[in-house]
Every structure is written in C-alpha cells, then in structure tokens.
C-alpha cells in the first residue's frame, strides 16, 4: 500500500505570494490532517479534515486554509506569505474507525519564503 | 489544555548504552500517548503509542515506553543504543480517539557515537 504523498516537496516563494500544498493519504482513509514544523515554534496542528469538512483547527491565523476533496485528497493554502511561514509542512491521514486511528504522516513540502 | 515537555534537547549515548528520553505531560483528562522518530528530510514514523490497557508499551526497533499516571510521564528507552537510531524523537499527547490534534514535545536530538 502506498503511502501518504506531498507534493511539491521542496517550494521556494517570496513575500506576499500565495501557495497550495497538495496531500494524498492512504487509500481507504478518510481523514487528513496538517501540521507545521519549524524550529522556533516545533511541530503544531494547523487543522483536520474529515469527509470534506474541517474537523478540528489550532491556532493560525486565517491565511491558512485547506480543503478536503471526495476521494480525500486534501490542499492547505497559505495566502499573503510572510517569511516566518518558512516551515516544513507535514500532512497526516487515518483510517477514523471507533477506536483509537494512528497518524501516518508524509515526508512533507519544504516551503521557502523569501 | 494538554502540554508535553520534553527534557533535553539533545540526548548523546555510545553505541550498546541505554537510551533514555524523557517526557512529561499534561493534561486534564487520561490522554493518548506517543513517541515518533524523525529522520533527516523524512516525515514522522510512529514509534509507539499508549491508548489503554497495558502501561509498559513495545514499540519498534526494539523501543519501548512505560506510562505513569502519578508521574504523568511516558519516557522512551532502549537497552542497547545503535547507529541507526540517531535521528530526532518526540513526545505527543492527544485527547482524541480520531487520534488527531496530536500536541508534541520540543523534540529530542538522539547522537549515537561509536
């Protein structure tokens, strides 16, 4: 079974500039979240998406958004990029039975902003 | 709201000693617990987790990891350091059987020297 993929993985944007990350999950998952690492501020939630609706959020400013599509793809944007959105930008799936759904996580893009 | 601490930021054993790697949580309700690992440029691999049940947890790569209520901590220990596990581990909680909103540590640099 293939994993979870990002794409691009490697992005290099300038201040101001607009970016969408693209996740596919596992097949057969249903839920797809986002989280962003950098070395400041470590590895935070940014939101989860589950049968095209958000889930859950944390604490972000509205320039970052995402969508969930129906065959459970997912995209976040980021608008109006600032440089401290430099980050790596993980993305997570799960299967969401009734018990406990392990995260499986994808290598990440790499975004840049310059 | 729930924290994870994680104590050192950079743990360096030789190659056959313990590994230890602390954490402490926080939370207001019992919580699930977790370690990843992350190597260079990948993203993060689920080492092991505590939902219910058993408190001393096996994981992969010969890790393991005991749960304790009264201490709230979940440390991360392996009898016998190898090469291979130098990468960087974390800590995370989450309230939430859907298993997200995953909360995690600062992270801890493990170095295995020779």
């Known amino acids: 079974k293939a994993g979870v993929t990002q794409t691009p993985r490697y992005l290099i944007k300038t201040r101001g500039q607009q970016v969408t990350l693209s996740c596919s999950p596992i097949?057969?998952?249903?839920?797809v979240s986002w989280y962003q690492q950098t070395p400041g501020q470590g590895l935070q939630f940014l939101f989860e998406?589950?049968?095209?609706?958000?889930?859950n959020k944390g604490n972000f400013p509205g320039r970052f958004s995402g969508r969930q599509f129906s065959n459970s793809r997912s995209e976040m944007n980021v608008s109006t990029l600032e440089l401290g959105d430099s980050a790596l930008y993980l993305c997570?799936?799960?299967?969401?039975?009734?018990?406990?759904?392990?995260?499986?996580f994808g290598p990440g893009t790499r975004l840049t902003v310059l | 709201a729930q924290s994870v601490t994680q104590l050192g930021s950079h743990v360096s054993v030789s190659e056959g000693a313990l590994v230890l790697l602390r954490c402490n949580y926080s939370?207001?309700?019992?919580?699930?617990l977790f370690w990843y690992v992350q190597y260079p440029n990948q993203g993060l691999q689920l080492l092991l987790k505590?939902?219910?049940?058993?408190?001393l947890v096996k994981g992969i790569n010969g890790f393991e990891a005991e749960f304790k209520k009264s201490e709230t901590s979940f440390h991360l220990t392996k009898p016998s350091a190898h090469m291979s596990d130098a990468a960087e581990y974390f800590c995370?909680?989450?309230?939430?059987?859907?298993?997200?909103?995953?909360?995690f540590g600062e992270g801890t640099q493990l170095t295995v020297n020779p």
């Open positions: 998406y589950f049968s095209e609706t958000q889930r």
């Open positions: 505590y939902t219910t049940g058993a408190t």
């Open positions: 939370s207001s309700v019992p919580p699930y």
């Open positions: 995370a909680v989450s309230k939430e059987t859907s298993g997200s909103r995953l909360t």
């Open positions: 997570a799936s799960s299967l969401q039975t009734s018990n406990y759904n392990e995260q499986f």
């Open positions: 097949s057969g998952h249903r839920s």
